[in-house]
């Protein structure tokens, strides 16, 4: 009976279009479904940053119990293209896309997830502390409304963002830093056949930095990579400029720290090389984040898997998401595996036994959370 209510709303989510930017419809549906539950509902100033229609949207459930542990559940509302039109077509057990659309269970399954599993712990009168959902907005154009989010609003005693693909059970327990740059290198143009002995080719310079350069997997906790050159201007012109954009990632600060390092210093060899320039800018996207393995965090998660009979399943992951912003507020924060598959692309799906056990699980952290776990 409540798989139905579950796969209904998921259905309804699914139905809304909410491209980043334009979550404004999903973000009312959601506020009225959490109203109808008894949670307090407000929406953030973050448009003013992000551009949106609408702000991150925060819900407080009032406690039963109020001195018992306080529990963050967070989802992004936003959807990466093609993502408008969905025709959510449930068959065989799992639920797609009909037309050339992604579903969009990334992050709709997080959301139905969260809404579904609140609803059965008030049903199930859980004598829970306070909760509070976090649904954000952006989260897929570089987490600008968890950037723009005030980090006070995501304290708590246990943070859950769910948003990792992966059958449910998976615990994404750490993430890495993570740093991007733009590099331009600067040579001298000339004509190509008249005088090259005059020009300068920064395209040159370029190459052999990234033929220098450490990329791809470089330690089990270490990535990094060049991923885009763009410059010059015709085939007879020595270029004078290109400018090329990559990143590195660990989740041990001082490896990304001299990784960034490396990776400019060959650069700045390669330009003095050719008695060129190069100018790079580096932006950290945001900071590490790991979780003891030990915690009291993933001890009540993990009890919460047993509670519904999966095997918690603990990962560091190399990628962001909201989590990596949110855990900077020195909330335990966890990211959990909500069962979507081939997510950002038109095959995305997700079984309803996954949705299921997710919703499940999420009830089941409230009940374990608030040390009422019955
Ligand atoms: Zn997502």
């Known amino acids: 009976m409540s798989t139905e209510r579950l ?127 976090v649904l954000t907005v952006c989260e897929e154009v570089g987490l600008a409304g968890a950037k723009a989010l005030d980090l006070a609003e995501v304290e708590g005693d246990l943070c859950i963002v769910l948003d990792a693909d992966g059958p449910p059970g998976g615990i994404v327990v750490g993430a890495p830093t993570h740093y991007t740059f733009t590099a331009t290198f600067t040579g001298v143009a000339a004509h190509a056949g008249a005088a090259p002995e005059k020009g300068i080719s920064a395209l040159v310079m370029a190459a052999e930095a990234i033929t220098a350069m450490r990329l791809g997997r470089l330690d089990a906790r270490t990535t990094a990579n060049v991923g885009t050159i763009a410059g010059g201007t015709a085939t007879n012109v020595v270029p004078a400029a290109v400018t090329v954009t990559g990143e590195c990632r660990s989740l041990d600060d001082e490896s990304v720290e001299s990784v960034r390092a490396e990776m400019d210093a060959l650069m700045s060899a390669a330009a003095a090389a050719h008695g060129g320039r190069v100018e790079s800018v580096w932006t950290r996207e945001y900071g590490a984040f790991e979780v003891a393995a030990d915690a009291p965090a993933i001890g009540a998660v993990s009890a919460a898997c047993a509670d519904v009979g999966i095997e918690p399943r603990l990962f560091a992951t190399g990628g962001g998401s909201d989590a990596s912003i949110f855990a900077s507020a020195g909330t335990p924060t966890l990211v959990l595996s909500c069962g979507m598959e081939n997510i950002h692309s038109v095959d995305e799906r997700i079984a309803v036994d996954d949705l299921e056990t997710l919703t499940a699980l999420v009830r089941a952290v409230i009940g374990r959370v608030s040390g009422h776990p019955e």
């Open 7 to 133: 796969v209904a709303t998921f259905v309804a989510l699914a139905r809304i279009d909410s491209p980043s930017r334009r979550e404004a419809e999903l973000a009312g549906y959601c506020a009225a479904h959490l109203e109808d539950l008894g949670f307090d509902v407000r929406t953030d100033t973050a448009a003013g940053v992000t551009g949106s229609n609408t702000g991150n949207l925060i819900a407080d459930l009032p406690p039963l119990d109020p001195d018992a542990p306080s529990l963050v559940l967070s989802a992004h509302l936003d959807c990466v293209q093609p993502c408008e039109g969905v025709e959510p077509l449930v068959a065989g057990g799992y639920i797609s896309s009909a037309g050339e659309t992604v579903l969009g269970a990334d992050d709709k399954a997080g959301i139905a997830a969260i809404l579904e599993g609140v609803q059965r712990a008030i049903e199930d009168g859980v004598r829970r502390g306070p909760v509070r959902v």
